[in-house]
């Protein structure tokens, strides 16, 4: 590995636009293949370790949202380099401790094959855990979007919501979503391509920014 591959950030290997790589694995909900979740959304998402505190409130956090995941027809995959029976143990502890039953499947990657591929994990590193990395990905298994957090930073299940929501309004409208936008907000048109638009526009804005469906 040269010094130049060596700087790269996880998240550096696959972009947004690639199809995501397959793999099957051990999970605590059985063996899993990636390519088994084809036709709907999965957010496949990277945890540091078991048994550590952000990584806990981030499963329960996630796990109590499940059914908001469902309705957006997505499932949730989780995966460390941590063993089943670690994952085994610590889904006992958070349903004993916080009363929530996570019942998505943690994949086990011991070796780092998976974390690496998706570039969870600096590929130098042989006993790196993986770090906070989400990867959105659409029924035909293409990545979409993806977040990289560092360890001591948990994730947002809301914004993590909102890209979905995004994503799919984005499909369902060929439109775009501003800043800050939210399910039911107004959505942007892409601009013209067309110089004769540009200039036949009303005002000097209007060929670029403007709302979906015609409003200002
Ligand atoms: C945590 O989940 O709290 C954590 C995990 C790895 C390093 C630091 C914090």
Redesign the pocket.
Known sequence: MDTASNALPPCAGLRIGDFAPDFEARSTAGPVRLSGFRGRWLVLFSH??DF????TTEFVALARETAAFEARDCALMALSVDSLFSHFAWLRMIRDRFGTEVRFPIVEDPTLVIGRAFGMVSAQDSDS?TVRTTFFIDPRGVIRAMTCYP??LGRSVPEMLRILDGLQAIDAQGALAPANWQPGEPMLQSPTQSLDEVFDAEDATSWFLRNAGGTR
């Open positions: 540091p370790a550590t505190p952000v990584c855990a360890a001591n």
